[in-house]
C-alpha cells in the first residue's frame, strides 16, 4: 500500500462550500520550507534503516544512548557545538525561564553525556545514538532541515587507530546495509591554520586566502598568500587520489605541528588500508568547510552517482560545558540517514491478507508468523474480495486458507 503524494481533490463546480473545506485542509497540510510527513512506505523503510545500523554499531562495541532533543543553551552550543550555533532554533523554557536550543546535531550532546552521566565510565568510551535533528536553514546539497543522524563515537582515544575505526565502521555499516561504490575523501582542516599562523597570515588577506583555495583558485591564493604562498599552492595541488598525491605532500617543507598532521594523515591511510584494502582514499589537505570544531584529520564518505555526503566526522575535543577545558580526545562519525535512502532500492511491499470479520487471533497470529501483514475488516456486510482490494490487500482469508484477490 503506498499514500505518498496523495492530496486531497477539489470537485470541480458546484457552489464555494466544498471549494473553501478543501482549501482549508490543503492550507492545514502545508508545512515550512524544509520540512516534510514522511507516508507509507518511506516512513516505515527510514525505521528499519536505521534500526539497522544502530544493531550494526552495537555489535562492534558501540553503546546507545538517546539525548533529548531540547537542551539549555548553554550546554548545547558550547564545545563542538559553538560551530552549529547558527543553525540552532532557541526556544523559552516556561518552567526555569531559560534559554533553550533544539538539537541542530548529536555529536555535542554525546559529548556531554560522556564528561559528565559517564565520567566514570572506563576509556576509550563507545557511544552510537540515532535521532532527528532540526536546523535554521537548509543547504544547496541538503535542503532538508530536519533530518535523521545514526553515528558513533570513540572518546578517549588520541591514536591514529581510533581515527581508522572509525572511517572503517562507517564504510562498513553503510555496506551492510547494501550501499555500494563507497570511497572517503580525507582533510586536514588544522594544516592551513597552522601554515598561515607560521607565515602571519591573517585578518582581511587570511580570509582571502582562505576564499581561494576554498574555490581551488591558485591564482587567488598566489596574489594574497605573500611569503606563504608557495606552500599553500604545493598544499592545494596535493588533492586527489590518496596514492598519488600524499608522496607529494610529504615533499612540502611544513611548520612541525603541521607536519605532524601529514604524518597522522599518512599514518590514517595506511590503517585504513589495512582493514579496507578495496577502498578508494582521497585527499584534500585545504578543505575546511564542515569541520570548523575539528581539532584533527576529518573525513566525508560518498558514493558514486550519489548527490551529497553519506557520512562525515572527524577528531575533536569532547567539551562537555565551557569549564571543562581542553576537554577528552575524540574521533566520530555521523551517518545522513536521508541521504543514504537515495542510495537504496525498498524491499519490496509484504504480502497483504485481509481478515474478515470473526477470524480467531490464532489464525491472525500464524499468519504473522508466517510473514503476512494483516488488515482486519471492520465491515460484516462488505464483499471480502472487494474490501481487500480497496483496502490494498492483495490476499483474503477464505476458508482459513489465503486466497489471492485477483487470479
Not at 120 to 141: C, I, K
Not at 171 to 179: N, P, R, Y
Not at 218 to 235: D, I, Q, W
Request: charged residues 25%.
Amino acid at each position: 500500500m503506498s499514500f505518498s503524494r496523495n492530496r486531497p481533490r477539489i470537485a470541480p463546480g458546484g457552489g464555494s462550500g466544498p471549494k473553501r473545506i478543501m482549501s482549508d485542509l490543503e492550507h492545514k497540510a502545508l508545512l515550512p520550507a524544509g520540512l516534510r510527513d514522511m507516508l507509507p512506505p518511506d516512513a516505515a523503510f527510514e525505521a528499519e534503516i536505521v534500526e539497522r545500523l544502530v544493531a550494526f554499531l552495537g555489535a562492534r562495541g558501540y553503546v546507545r544512548v538517546k539525548p533529548p532533543l531540547v537542551e539549555f543553551e548553554d550546554s548545547l552550543l558550547s564545545g563542538a557545538g559553538v560551530a552549529v550555533s547558527p543553525d540552532t532554533f532557541r526556544l523559552m523554557d516556561p518552567v526555569s525561564q531559560r534559554m533553550m536550543g533544539v538539537r541542530a546535531d548529536i555529536t555535542p550532546q554525546i559529548a556531554r553525556i560522556a564528561l559528565s552521566r559517564l565520567a566514570a565510565a572506563a576509556r576509550p568510551l563507545r557511544l552510537s545514538y540515532a535521532g532527528e535533528v532540526l536546523r535554521v536553514r537548509g543547504t544547496q546539497l541538503r535542503p532538508e532541515r530536519q533530518f535523521v543522524q545514526v553515528g558513533a563515537e570513540l572518546i578517549g582515544a588520541a591514536g591514529p587507530l581510533a581515527d581508522a575505526e572509525i572511517i572503517v565502521t562507517a564504510t562498513e555499516a553503510l555496506a551492510a546495509i547494501g550501499v555500494g561504490g563507497l570511497s572517503v575523501d580525507l582533510t586536514t582542516p588544522r594544516l592551513v591554520p597552522l601554515v598561515c599562523a607560521r607565515f602571519g597570515l591573517e585578518g582581511e588577506a587570511g580570509r582571502m586566502v582562505r576564499a581561494a583555495l576554498d574555490r581551488k583558485d591558485s591564482v587567488g591564493v598566489a596574489a594574497h598568500a605573500g611569503p606563504a604562498a608557495e606552500t599553500l599552492a604545493a598544499l592545494l595541488a596535493a588533492t586527489g587520489r590518496f596514492e598519488d598525491v600524499y608522496p607529494r605532500l610529504q615533499t612540502v617543507s611544513l611548520p612541525d605541528e603541521a607536519a605532524e598532521e601529514r604524518d597522522r594523515v599518512g599514518a590514517i591511510a595506511a590503517l585504513i588500508r589495512n582493514g579496507a584494502p578495496d577502498l578508494p582514499l582521497t585527499l584534500d589537505p585545504v578543505e575546511h568547510r564542515g569541520f570548523e570544531y575539528h581539532t584533527g584529520i576529518g573525513f566525508t564518505v560518498f558514493a558514486g552517482g550519489v548527490r551529497g555526503e553519506l557520512a562525515g566526522g572527524g577528531r575533536y575535543r569532547a567539551r562537555g560545558g565551557e569549564d571543562d577545558g581542553e576537554g577528552e580526545r575524540a574521533t566520530g562519525f555521523t551517518l545522513y540517514v536521508d541521504t543514504i535512502l537515495r542510495t537504496l532500492t525498498p524491499p519490496p511491499a509484504q504480502r497483504c491478507i485481509l481478515l474478515p470479520v470473526g477470524v480467531d487471533a490464532a489464525a491472525a497470529q500464524a499468519l504473522h508468523e508466517a510473514g503476512w501483514v494483516t488488515v482486519a475488516s471492520l465491515d460484516e456486510n462488505a464483499d471480502p474480495r472487494a474490501e481487500a482490494a480497496r483496502l490494498g490487500c492483495d490476499h483474503v482469508l477464505d476458508g482459513g486458507v489465503p486466497s489471492p484477490v485477483r487470479g
